[in-house]
């Protein structure tokens, strides 16, 4: 079975600084790794995945992610935050060639400061 | 712009009675999923299915709750009867699967509360 932590359960930073949120993750076969962000009050958005290739993910709003297979690990970072990217951002894992299910992290909340 | 529909966003009913949660999945996708959200949990998947099928519901408790898609175009999560720890954010998500690990698209959610 798959876990997945994500160290920081808030992270507040100022507009225009750079932020990571970390997320490590737990699995004894291969698996695939997503960050979704969730607005208030809305669904959770696919942020990035990683299936395969390189390590190093781009996603949509200016976020990217690096899978570290020694360190179990695939931390989110964005150069320069602005307010809007105030949500909560979970982490994800599933299976490598096995079921579609996603075992989430607890979240995130980024809040970002003028 | 294609998105996932819940009905109803919110609802509040009393411990005993029945709630049923419908979702309408992206017109074209063939997979459909069931998460709850609990502050003490967080997101926790109950059942899915691949064109209609149930493939997985572990994750739901069985003596109350039960999944099902009439057709695919609607999948309803019904809780018979409902208790107050069941009060919590239901999500539906829907995908298609055209690789190894299709992407899934949320709904905004039915915001339960049972008193």
């Known amino acids: 079975a798959q876990s997945v932590t994500q160290l920081d359960s808030q992270v507040p930073v100022f507009e225009e600084a750079p932020v990571e949120l970390r997320c490590n993750y737990s699995?004894?076969?291969?698996?695939?790794l997503f960050w979704y962000v969730q607005y208030p009050n809305q669904g959770l958005q696919l942020l990035l995945k990683y299936l395969s290739g390189s390590t190093l993910v781009k996603g949509i709003n200016g976020f990217e992610a690096e899978f570290n297979k020694s360190q179990t690990s695939f931390h989110l970072r964005k150069p320069s935050v602005h307010i809007s990217d105030t949500a909560e951002y979970f982490c994800?894992?599933?299976?490598?060639?096995?079921?579609?299910?996603?075992?989430f992290g607890k979240g995130t909340k980024l809040t970002v400061n003028p | 712009d294609a998105r996932v529909t819940q009905t109803p966003r919110h609802k509040v009913t009393e411990m005993g009675q029945e709630v049923t949660m419908r979702c309408q999945p992206i017109l074209g996708h063939n997979t459909v999923f069931w998460y709850r959200q609990t502050m003490m949990q967080g997101l926790e998947l109950l059942a899915y299915?691949?064109?209609?099928?149930?493939?997985?519901d572990s994750g739901m408790p069985k003596d109350r709750f039960s999944a099902e898609m009439p057709d695919a175009t609607l999948a309803t999560l019904k809780i018979q009867p409902s208790e107050p720890r069941d009060s919590a954010v239901y999500f539906c998500?829907?995908?298609?699967?055209?690789?190894?690990?299709?992407?899934?698209?949320f709904g905004p959610g039915t915001r339960l509360l049972v008193l």
């Open positions: 994800a894992v599933s299976e490598r060639g096995g079921s579609e299910k996603l075992v």
């Open positions: 299915f691949r064109n209609r099928a149930p493939l997985d």
């Open positions: 699995s004894s076969v291969s698996v695939y």
């Open positions: 998500a829907s995908g298609f699967q055209t690789g190894p690990q299709e992407t899934q698209y």
